[in-house]
């Protein structure tokens, strides 16, 4: 993203979410975006947010600097003690309500809370320093990892044409 331009947008202080610009242009809403539709595309350490058009060409995107990563700050909590999760198959593990870790059987519904809670809030953030309500586009369409797709399930009523089906990313 060496042309990246940095858009400024810091809306949440608790996340204090990035969002930089692809290209130099000035956003302007065109009479084309009605057709138009947004995908929010998660990965681990970046959000791309890419309008494509009714042909399916790129009409503007985004980078936020916000990714399935940063849920590792949210530690496992077990026996009044926290620990750390370090990698993407621990997390996937602990999506699901329980895991084996750290030698112990932990329940992880706090984190599972947590998480869902933090990715809704980051989405909304990233969202609205984007493409705002997105009332002007036909769809919003999330794609992420498949193991985080029942996470995000309560992230598809942010916007109310966010669709229900995630994508694979």
């Known amino acids: 993203m060496e042309n990246a331009k940095h ?3 810091n809306l949440n ?6 969002i930089f610009r692809a290209g130099d242009d000035a956003i302007e809403m065109s009479a084309n975006d009605e057709g138009a539709c947004v995908f929010v595309t998660i990965g681990p350490g970046e959000t791309r947010i890419t309008i494509l058009d009714e042909e399916g060409n790129c009409e503007r995107s985004w980078a936020a600097i916000y990714g399935w990563s940063s849920l590792c700050s949210i530690p496992l909590e077990a026996d009044g003690k926290e620990f750390p999760i370090d990698d993407e198959r621990l997390m996937a593990r602990a999506l699901t309500g329980s895991v084996i870790a750290y030698g112990r059987n ?3 519904a706090t984190f599972v809370t947590k998480a ?14 984007t493409v705002g309500s997105g009332a002007s586009y036909s769809a919003i369409v999330l794609a992420a990892p498949v193991w985080m797709h029942g996470l995000l399930e309560n992230s598809v009523d942010i916007r109310p044409h966010i669709l229900r089906e995630i994508r694979e990313a």
């Open 7 to 9: 858009v400024g947008v």
């Open 13 to 18: 202080r608790k996340t204090g979410i990035r």
């Open 106 to 108: 932990m329940d992880t």
């Open 116 to 129: 869902a809670a933090a990715i809704e809030i980051a989405l909304d953030e990233i969202l609205s320093g």
